[in-house]
């Protein structure tokens, strides 16, 4: 697969009379897509990795009382958990309990501590005092009390980098090595995990964390089908890059793909392009649709019909083009130091963005409405972002301007 894209990277786009999405429907069609659980790769691998870690702590005193759930800045880590969470049919007695939800940083981050404290207070089974005992040796029968399950969905709202913002997470840690019989499930993007452990060594008192697995193309069209085959129409343009797909396939390049190897091909790209990650990969996919030039007469966008059962049923056609990564802009030294900052955060407001840079947030309001404009930022009731279409080239730009950068 490989050499596709080795090849087409000298391919110009397709010059067709397709035409993206208007903005309008594209916010239709993510909207949809939002309304999806989380894929059923990634609910497994919460089923099976929760099921892994609290059998032992269940009957073995020393077993670790955590686990740590891992993913990319731009994955929704605290989804995945929640629905995993929900789906798990099997799972032994427990309370669950989220005392912190996906909280945000309060704006003023240095009373967070404070703030987790008294979200822990109502729960008796949580020992919150500042005397935590000196002495943890635990008898066989408090085995009968590990039925809570405390899940803390995400961990990178809970600091902020700069000088005393990870003071809560050290308060939490000690919370969570005081309490043994209270399983503690960790959400965290792997970012923010390698900072943390840089300046608080949090992977010294924890396990080093699971990653959620990455989606191949077979998993991405299970997951995306029930909004895919409403939507677009069921044969795929590749547009000039077809022509290198005919010849680098096993099959003599003269032949045409059927249907079906298309559309394998297609998600298999996908995949690859996404990196697996399924927020990317949606971002890919939003970005590969395409219109006539004069399918929207007039100039008016019709709204789709979200409630269609097949892709026939919609005002208009919507075709797949080859999904690839936009380019990235040139980004200066000051571009990449704030990018890596709301990396590490996964979202953040303006005003802690600036203080983790340590400038006035005057200084980056320019710096943030460009990126915001090149579509590399994205904006939230106020926070911002990183656009998962670009995940992959910022990553590759940190790298090669040595940022540190998790390998995962």
Avoid at 121 to 135: K, T
Wanted: charged share 15%; glycine share 6%.
């Amino acid at each position: 697969m490989q050499s596709w894209f080795t090849q087409a990277k000298a391919v110009t786009e397709s010059t067709d009379d397709l035409m993206p999405l208007p903005n309008s429907l594209e916010i239709q069609v993510s909207q949809h897509i939002q309304s999806l659980p989380s894929p059923q790769a990634y609910q497994a691998f919460i089923h099976e990795s929760l099921s892994n870690a609290l059998s032992p702590w269940q009957t073995d005193l020393d077993a670790p009382n955590s686990l740590v759930i891992l993913g990319s800045p731009v994955e929704s880590i605290a989804k995945i958990i929640r629905d995993g969470l929900q789906t798990w049919v099997d799972r032994p007695p427990l309370e669950i309990i989220t005392p912190l939800s996906c909280r945000s940083r309060p704006q003023i981050p240095w009373i967070v501590t404070s703030q987790i404290r008294q979200a822990l207070q109502p729960y008796p089974q949580i020992n919150v005092s500042e005397d935590l005992p000196m002495d943890d040796s635990l008898d066989l029968g408090s085995l009968e009390e590990r039925t809570t399950l405390i899940v803390i969905p995400c961990l990178e709202q809970c600091f902020l980098r700069c000088i005393g913002g990870w003071e809560s997470i050290e308060f939490l840690r000690d919370r969570v090595i005081h309490n043994p019989n209270c399983f503690w499930l960790i959400g965290c993007n792997h970012w923010a995990w390698d900072y943390l452990d840089f300046v608080c060594q949090v992977r010294a008192y924890f396990n080093d964390g699971l990653y959620v697995p990455p989606l191949g193309g077979e998993m991405l069209q299970a997951w995306l089908d029930p909004v895919m085959k409403t939507v677009v129409a069921p044969t795929i343009d590749f547009g000039d890059r077809q022509h290198f797909i005919l010849q680098n396939s096993t099959r003599h390049h003269q032949q045409s793909l059927t249907d079906e190897e298309r559309h394998q091909t297609y998600w298999n790209v996908l995949a690859h392009q996404s990196l697996g990650i399924s927020s990317m990969a949606t971002s890919l996919w939003l970005k590969s649709l395409r219109i006539k030039n004069d399918a929207i007469p007039g100039g008016t966008v019709p709204k789709l019909e979200l409630s269609a059962q097949e892709s026939t049923e919609q005002p208009f056609t919507i075709h797949e083009a080859f999904p690839a990564p936009p380019s990235l802009p040139t980004l200066t030294g000051g571009d990449r130091y704030l990018l890596n900052s709301v990396l590490i955060h996964g979202h953040i407001t303006r005003s802690h963005l600036a203080l983790s840079l340590g400038e006035p947030e005057s200084k980056i309001r320019a710096q943030v409405q460009s990126l915001l404009r090149a579509g590399v930022l994205d904006q939230g009731q106020g926070v911002l972002s990183v656009q998962p279409a670009y995940y992959g080239k910022i990553k590759s730009e940190l790298a090669n301007n040595n940022f540190f950068v998790s390998k995962n």
